[in-house]
């Protein structure tokens, strides 16, 4: 059976309204959540950021559910610091986190304005920061001199077992880049075949722990207002890498989506009135072997979403507890 998780998405929510709704997620019936880790929104439509650290710490205490959040260490945040915060909320709340490491995009990470790497050096950044943290979950004092630099770092409050640090892979070479250093695995949903083959090079290659999805929806109880809320709001987000990862401006990709037709959403976000509908496509997505499946509706406002899969989409679904 499989997690059902909400995710929070803080570019579209104010964070006390974020904060509203995964409570309210907790009591439709999803069982765990999950949150990005964003500085700006894909889009000035969107309009908002909210810092998912502190975000985190409250939703932790006002729920019972597990949590996720997807982060980008290495130039915006120090990994010392990000293994500083997981460990804090391990230490607080045992066993309900995790953290998923990416290398990140360039419209997060151009603030700190040391220049946007090149691929291949995001990557190796990554394997560095991956090292540096999992040595300070374990209590290690940390020195490391490479793309980034550490200095006699130690964390000296911890939990008594280190929260698993997720790989965030959307193509099969990432997949089977990431085996050799993640507890686990998240990934978008695409197209069946594609889904197959990013959890085949995973496991094929090595990878242990938990496969995770994360699925784009949209709903309304009119077919055509779904249609608008998924065009309205997520339209940013149907350019594929490299132009996702190296664009540095929401007005830059509101610019560039400028020509994306209504109909185009359909490739990115499950979009349907029909509850019926989404229950089979989580279904199909379950069968692939997903043990969390993490819904985002991408409208701003969250409660009819929120109510409507709690009254009549997870009643479907052979649902489990973390």
Known sequence: MTVY???ASHEQVPPADLLQAVVRAEQ??????MCSDHFSPWSVRQGESGFAWSWLGAALQA???SFGV???PGQRYHPAIIAQAIGTLGSMYPGRFWAALGTGEASNEHITGGGWPRKEKRNQRLEECVDVMRKLLQGEEVSHDGLIKVDRARLWTRPA?????FAAAVSTKTAEWCAGWA????TVAAEEDHLRQVIAAYKDNGGRGKVNLQVHVSYAADEDEALRIAHDQWRTNVFAPPFCWDTETAETFDQAAEHVRPEAMHQAVRISSDPGRHADWLNSYAALGFDGIYVHHVGQEQS???DMFGEKVLPQLEVTRP
Do not use: C, K, R
């Open 70 to 72: 997807v982060n980008a």
């Open 5 to 7: 998780g909400f995710h």
């Open 161 to 165: 077992e280190p929260p698993a640090l």
């Open 28 to 33: 439709a019936g999803f069982t765990a959540a």
């Open 183 to 186: 507890d686990g695995l998240i």
């Open 63 to 65: 729920t019972g559910l």
């Open 304 to 306: 009819e979403f929120i």
